[in-house]
């Protein structure tokens, strides 16, 4: 290899979306068409614009790189797995028991983003923005995102009644659009202090 004298920059992968991150390639090369935006090699950095982590990958495994030793942030992602959202379904909620990682800690936030069936003809390709479910909103109101037990790591995403619920009135009456029970409906990200 020849001696680089000029012009020399370096540039590592990075995304903009807050609750994505690196993650791990089905295969080891990025031109096979099977690698998403996320996807990094081996010793390969990602930086996310939008949140300012910075992730590396060491093997099989993707590391963030922690910036403090005071009250440290973490951030912990993980899928919601398959759920048909549709009455005739009747799934109301969703338990997600995340374990050890997240038992006795201290949650900063709860956040989630919820794929539609990929297809799906109302929304192709949407994704959407978990909302926080208040007293003084009605039943067609988003999702309720709680933590069930903090001393287990349990948290539950759900439907709040059946009624007129965002989710339920597309997934019933337009285009079947959150009725697949074989797909990952999305993520939950939560932020909590180490």
Not at 44 to 70: C, H, K, P
Not at 128 to 140: H, L, R, T
Request: charge should be negative; charged fraction near 10%; proline fraction near 4%.
């Amino acid at each position: 290899m020849s001696k680089i004298i000029a012009y020399s920059r370096i540039s590592h992968h990075g995304v903009t979306d807050p609750l994505s991150g690196a993650t791990i390639p089905s295969t080891n090369d990025h031109t096979d068409g099977t690698w998403t935006i996320t996807d990094i090699y081996d010793r390969e950095m990602m930086v996310n614009t939008s949140n300012g982590n910075l992730q590396y990958r060491a093997g099989n495994d993707i590391y963030n790189v922690v910036t403090t030793t005071f009250n440290q942030v973490k951030v912990y992602t993980f899928q919601i797995g398959n759920w048909d959202m549709s009455t005739a379904g009747a799934t109301n909620v969703v338990n997600i028991g995340v374990g050890s990682l997240l038992a006795n800690k201290n949650i900063v936030s709860l956040d989630a983003m919820i794929y539609p069936d990929p297809t799906t003809a109302l929304f192709p390709g949407y994704q959407f923005k978990y909302n926080q479910i208040d007293g003084s909103i009605p039943a067609n109101s988003p999702l309720n995102l709680s933590v069930d037990d903090i001393t287990t790591g349990s948290f539950s995403i759900s439907i709040p009644g059946t009624g007129t619920n965002f989710f339920r009135s597309y997934a019933n009456s337009l285009d079947a659009t959150f009725t697949n029970s074989s797909i990952n409906r999305g993520y939950i990200c939560v932020s909590y202090i180490e």
